[in-house]
């Protein structure tokens, strides 16, 4: 006989267990051990929601269980008699639970012990993974279980699991009214006049550091669903962690409620021979007084609760700190001779930023050795005073990854804290007790997201790739922009990967997997897969760089996956997805990216970014406006001190143009050209080119232009980069206009016609603006490429210039005679100047309306040419 069970007084995660449960073991006979909770047993009384076969105890004979499935519970002492046969030979034990372990625990043959926020949640990711179809109301039940356990998914015990599952149970049907009507119960008169009592009698203890809030009532008959009530209490107070004693008939009933990671009720529970969660937990004790039960709580609490480490306990002190104008060559000289790497740099006793020595040695290399370190100190900070609690010093240090923590009294420095401080703290932390499975760190993963926003065929390339390099004992992970947009939910599919190895040996094996054409760069140690299809994909070993002298090309070394993100420009741009088959969709965010892409924040990584390659503040802007992102306060200091410094002009201007042309690519690229003009960046592309009143309007009419034609859907092909880069440069000379693009380097024969073609602009937007014939307007415009005539629209502010603009591009350019050559030459008229003199007759005549249809141009050619005749 198989027999599902759970512990005494079910809860709806225990009802929603044994639901699910019987889905994965239908033979199995449903039991419970002794009471429920009274929602349970109403529902179960009430509801028409769902039927549930269910065995009674008493009429059960315990021997002939062969299999013993427990859900919610392995505390054998809640599992009344079921207890009895635990060591009974040949008896299968299985376990579903998302309790922490404890010593005393039952061991099962079968075991799925995950950390979830409700035992439901782990029960249903298994009928998900075995496709097991459940109805609407089961799947209502089963919401039941997560949304009571997880406080409507609002419990700081709640797993992107446990959202998960509820999606799917509501993908089949579950009813969120029902759960509401069931879940949300209102208090009642006598369940208001308990709730006062309790908080009447509530007295507050500080133990180890942390306020704990005990109470206690009496009740001279039951009350149901005091659990209600607690936590009701709880959110009235607002305290980080609450006990309640409530008296009631021979009874004391323990109701515990915590927010904290420093008090586990579920422990302190056990103490009196209850159970549950480090949030929420319960027990009954018997034989005992409320005085007694309260002198035992605060015992446990002692024991339990280790005291709160605070900064002060952390920190080094006195701090060794610098000014703000001590130069960088004094600096690196201090981090050096103390063996330090990062230090506080401070004025008049404040905090003003953080040096590190990283930055500092980078500076000194590119001979900044004499600037003062203001210059290039980190401001974006963060500090704490000095009775803040560990888990604020381990969010800053370890999640917000700040290398060095200042410790203040008020404003003034007394401290710091490094990583190394910290870590110590730590491992004396964990030496005082066990750490079980909830103080795992959990790993992030995006393989749903890569299967529900990419295509088939990438997400296998992807999967390849793992494939290959895990054979080849590399490692792979796909970078950059593609990832930062997989989790923005843009499309893009230039897929980048990089290997741990040797990415040029792993370029080729995949080529040969999918048949492609490989194209190797061995001086940067890249490739590029070329799939039949145009298909691309970039392959990069990782990599270190380092830069000979601000603004040049970097020089290349093997290095980590860790390092070569390092590397990038962005903290935004510095996630990675794991690929190997072990750990496919693995999301690797080692500098913060998630946070700020939360954020919406543009960051660089170290203060040398834009010394090292200035260009990465044009893109800095590019990006800022292309995703509506802000820049980071530190990041656009360090703007305003590369524009000061004018590092821009030891950029090679063929560099500087592919960062340029990013930018007029972009499907905005007004908006970014304008914060350029705002951040006084536009100089750097040329001297002559100022944003002002003119070249904001001009801007304006670009845009307008752009949103005008795009609209059109025309099959020719424009170069919109083009098109901006004349509005661009529109106050230059056509001197200055050649020399620059010569300097960029720009190629192409159709570009450098626009460029020449725009030495005729001012004639042509002259004599657009008289009254002209619809011929004269096309050969105008006929022989100007789109780019030039797109120019000549935003320029115009004449509305005349504009209606003849856009009768050309919209009607006439379109206009052809019917007749071809060939035509004429059936007519008798014998190909030479004569043929192209009516063609171009025809054009002009059909252009202003003279002529309409095959049949009057043919007309007209014969009286062209007895007209001709009669001359001869």
Known sequence: MEVITTHTNADFDTLASMVAAKKLYPDALVVFPGSKEKGVRDFLLKSTLYSLEMGRIQAIDLESITR???????????????????????????????????????????????????????LTHLIMEKGIEITPEEATIMLLGIYEDTGFLSYPSTTPKDLEAAAFLLSRGGDLNVVSEVLKRELNREDLNLLRELIDSARTFNIGGVDILITEAAVEHRVEDIALIVHKMREICNVPALFAFILMEDKIHLIARSRTEDVD???IA??????????????????????????????????????????????????????PGDRIEKVRGILIRYNINALPVVEDHRVVGIITRQVAEKAFYHGLGRVPVGEYMATDFEAVQKDAPLSRVKEIVIEHNQ??????????????????????????????????????VRKRYVRKLLEERLPERVVNLLK????????????????????RDLILGNENLDVDIVIEGDGIIFAKSLGERFGCKVRPYQRFKT????????????????????????????TIEKSSIKLDLYRRDFTINTLAICLNPSNFGELLDFYGGLRDIKAKTIRVLHSLSFVEDPTRVFRAVRFEQRFGFAIGKHTMRLIKNAIRLELFKTVERRRFFVELKAILSEEDPVSIIKRLGELDLLRFIHPSIRFDRDMNLLLDRTRDVMSWFRLLYMKERVEEWLFVYLVLTDSLSQRELTSLSEGFGVGGRRVWEAIRQREEVPEIMNRLSGDLKPSEIYHLLHPLHLEVILYIMAKAQEEVVKKHISLYLTQ?????????????????????????????????????????GREEEIHYVRTFMERELTRA
């Open 812 to 852: 006439l350019r379109k206009v052809r005679p019917s007749l071809t050559g060939r035509d004429l030459k059936e007519l008798g008229i014998p190909e030479g100047p004569l043929c192209g003199r009516i063609l171009k007759e025809l054009l002009k005549k059909r252009l202003d309306g003279e002529i309409k």
């Open 527 to 554: 490739a590029v897969l070329v799939f039949p299809d145009g298909f691309k994909v970039d392959v990069a070993t990782a990599r270190l760089e380092y830069y000979e002298r601000p603004g040049a090309l970097p």
């Open 464 to 483: 390849t790739a793992g494939e290959v390099a895990e054979g080849l004992g590399f490692k792979a992970y796909a970078v950059g922009g593609f990832v």
């Open 68 to 122: 013993l499935i427990l859900v919610d519970i392995r505390d054998p002492s809640r599992i009344g008699r079921f207890a009895e046969i635990l060591d009974k030979p040949g008896l299968e034990i299985h376990i579903y639970d998302h309790h922490p372990s404890s010593p005393e625990e039952i061991r099962g043959d079968v075991e799925y012990i995950l950390p979830y926020g409700s035992t439901t949640t782990i």
């Open 403 to 440: 290398r060095l923590l200042p410790v203040l009294d008020g404003d003034r420095i007394v401290g710091v804290i490094t990583r190394t401080d910290l870590l110590r703290s730590m491992e004396e932390v964990e030496e005082k007790g066990p750490i079980g499975d909830f103080g795992k």
């Open 265 to 267: 009720v579920g422990r």
């Open 270 to 323: 056990k103490g009196f021979g209850g159970g549950g969660h480090p949030t929420a937990a319960s027990a009954t004790i018997k034989g005992s007084t409320l005085i007694e039960a309260k002198e035992r709580l605060l015992c446990l609490l002692k024991e339990n609760i280790r005291p709160r480490k605070k900064a002060e306990e952390l920190m080094s002190f006195p701090p060794i700190t610098v000014c």
